[in-house]
């Protein structure tokens, strides 16, 4: 999601996966233009960024392919001189500074200050006959140029994906100098290449260094649009994180709408309508995602369709669940639900019976499902024997933070209420200091344990996606009526563009 070298052109192309644009795409009639995700990158984050400059330029310009220049010239008493400029590549190259602006037309304006760079190669030149070519000499070669560089990136959409255009981009030279190898020539070759050829060499530098700058950028978009896909998916779940509207470039941020539509084996949840406005976020953080109570609930309906609320409790876990006081209900509930048999001999089973329902509130989120519970005996060599089951109809409200890469659920709020109950030991069901002891277990221990496990099953999905690579800075989760903000200061993800490097250049 809203998910993403050491130049403003590589480190925006990270976020603008999730900040695209969608200057080429028809969207089509509402609802199908309804948000389920936002994201917004603040200047804050922008000038961030723009310190880390230097590693996406220099790729730019060693991997640009230089064409050999070629030329013929004629001069006073020597005749026709003929010369090629051969091998040209880039030998060394610095940066004093870096700009950047965010424009309300749609551009990042990048402004690139004193790019000092060494080009070398091989200088062959010649004299021209009337019918051929003839004495010909090489010298090796180093120019030694500064540049300013200048880059408006469009934004633009392909397929509903964000497809950045750096074309439009320039270079102004204040010097290029040739130094000739030992200097020893005649001084009528430095003229003739400061007269004659500079102007062409500039024209190439030119066109292929801008070249090479639009298809760093399309790579490196690319990149991380396969790592965005490769995050918003797991198995037979996709969030389909498409652009849903033309995004909003103001000064200070810039902010694209998303579907956030879940797919589920073919199927796709169906949005409506958006209660997104660009009023409830602000500007005081580097990175801002809005999340529709449709979005999540959306998942939380593929995850149980999926098979994956279903929760296995054994041994010390039982133990503790059963065992925090000492009591002769305890007790007694004990010995009728495992009989006598070993925590590690038995497995309680949790699972949802039907798709949990989700509810944003200022309070948290509240989950509201139906829910079983199954305790198993497991005697060696013998079917299971099933001792207890139990199915009730659970609302929680759960606040959620981000703590040292760990998402922590911590129930705040819940009600139960027992629909089915079935105890080996107690068939009639006339003991209920039995059921008013399991449903106490439930409220006190059995919810925040469930909620820790699915806590640390999202940690652990998040983390294989990579996120615990970035660093976030003091993140926030804010539950309001309908929607949930998750607000955040981040550290440069120079891993993602090393990465890129050594597996794209």
């Not at 309804?34 to 790729?59: D, F, S």
């Not at 948290?364 to 199915?391: H, K, Q």
């Not at 039995?434 to 806590?455: C, H, K, M, W, Y």
Request: hydrophobic share 45%; net charge negative.
């Amino acid at each position: 999601m809203c998910w993403a070298g050491r130049m403003m052109l590589g480190t925006f192309s990270i976020l603008l996966v999730l900040v695209p644009a969608a200057a080429a795409c028809d969207f089509g009639p509402f609802p199908y233009r309804a948000t389920g995700i936002v994201c917004r990158m603040t200047k804050p984050a922008a000038l961030l960024l723009n310190k880390e400059t230097a590693q996406v330029i220099q790729a730019a310009f060693r991997n640009a392919k230089f064409p050999n220049i070629t030329g013929e010239r004629s001069m006073r008493l020597l005749g026709r001189v003929a010369y090629g400029l051969t091998n040209i590549q880039v030998n060394d190259l610095s940066i004093e500074r870096s700009e950047v602006e965010l424009k309300e037309d749609n551009a990042i304006h990048i402004a690139i200050k004193n790019v000092t760079a060494f080009f070398k190669g091989t200088l062959t030149y010649g004299y021209a006959g009337a019918w051929f070519l003839q004495l010909f000499h090489s010298v090796d070669f180093e120019i030694k140029s500064s540049i300013d560089l200048q880059l408006d990136i469009k934004l633009t959409c392909q397929k509903e994906q964000v497809a950045p255009d750096a074309s439009d981009c320039y270079l102004t030279f204040h010097k290029l100098t040739l130094h000739l190898q030992g200097d020893k020539q005649p001084g009528w070759l430095k003229q003739l290449f400061t007269d004659f050829i500079s102007f062409t060499l500039k024209l190439v530098l030119k066109r292929e260094v801008c070249k090479e700058i639009n298809a760093v950028a399309q790579t490196l978009t690319n990149f991380i649009l396969d790592l965005a896909a490769h995050f918003v998916r797991d198995k037979d779940i996709i969030v389909d994180i498409s652009l849903a509207s033309d995004p909003v470039i103001k000064a200070s941020y810039i902010e694209s709408h998303h579907k956030g539509l879940v797919l589920y084996r073919n199927n796709s949840s169906v949005l409506s309508d958006s209660v997104f406005s660009p009023v409830l976020l602000t500007e005081s953080r580097m990175l801002y995602f809005w999340f529709s109570e449709h979005s999540l609930s959306s998942l939380a309906s593929a995850a149980f369709l999926d098979g994956r609320l279903v929760l296995n409790l054994t041994g010390e876990t039982l133990q503790e669940l059963f065992e925090m006081e000492d009591t002769e209900v305890q007790r007694k509930a004990v010995q009728m639900v495992f009989q006598g048999t070993s925590y590690n001999d038995s497995v309680a089973k949790v699972w949802s019976l039907s798709q949990p329902q989700i509810s944003l509130q200022p309070e948290g989120t509240v989950v509201r499902g139906l829910v079983a519970v199954e305790v198993s005996i497991l005697p060696a060599g013998e079917e299971p024997l099933v001792a207890l089951y139990m199915e009730k109809e659970i609302t929680v409200t759960v606040q959620a933070t981000y703590v040292e890469k760990k998402l922590i659920l911590q129930p705040v709020d819940s009600s139960i209420e027992i629909k089915v109950f079935k105890c080996t030991a107690d068939p009639s069901g006339k003991d209920p200091s039995i059921q008013s002891f399991l449903q106490d277990r439930i409220s006190v221990a059995g919810i925040p344990e469930v909620t820790s496990s699915i806590a640390s099953a999202l940690t652990s999905l998040m983390n294989s996606k990579r996120l615990d690579l970035f660093d976030i800075i003091d993140p926030e989760i804010i539950t309001r009526k309908g929607y949930v903000i998750v607000q955040l200061d981040f550290g440069f993800p120079s891993h993602l563009l090393l990465n890129f490097f050594e597996k794209s250049l």
